[in-house]
């Protein structure tokens, strides 16, 4: 069994920053891609940024710029910077990963954390 374990949300002033990580953890034989897609309430599932295997990062247009994603040292963890946050980035964030557990891929999505921009 795979898992992604989020942590590093909280409350945050209009043009100051966070840091989220994502640890996937359990039988992980391969990652193919990480990273993190943010939703609002009563609306889709958005990119925010993702990384794949060699090494390319998309990210969503409205972040561009501001937030930078990066693998840790240990290459199962990743890291959302966000920067020049505003009031509109305020979302529920999610980490996805599509692992290989050695005998399938799979979408693999952490359970959310909160992110809030006040003004």
């Known amino acids: 069994q795979v898992h992604l374990v989020e942590s590093g949300g909280g409350l945050v002033q209009a043009g100051g920053s966070l840091r989220l990580s994502c640890q996937a953890s359990?039988?992980?034989?391969?990652?193919?891609?990480m990273g993190w897609y943010r939703q609002a309430p009563g609306k889709q599932r958005d990119l925010v940024a993702r990384?794949?295997?060699?090494?390319?990062?998309n990210y969503g247009d409205s972040v561009k710029g501001r937030f930078t994603l990066f693998r840790g040292n240990a290459k199962n963890t990743v890291y959302l910077q966000m920067n020049s946050l505003k009031l509109e980035d305020t979302n529920v964030y999610y980490c996805y990963g599509l692992l290989d557990d050695g005998g399938a891929l799979i979408d693999c999505w952490g359970q959310g954390i909160q992110v809030t921009v006040s003004s």
């Open positions: 990384l794949d295997s060699s090494g390319i990062t």
């Open positions: 359990g039988s992980i034989s391969s990652i193919h891609v």
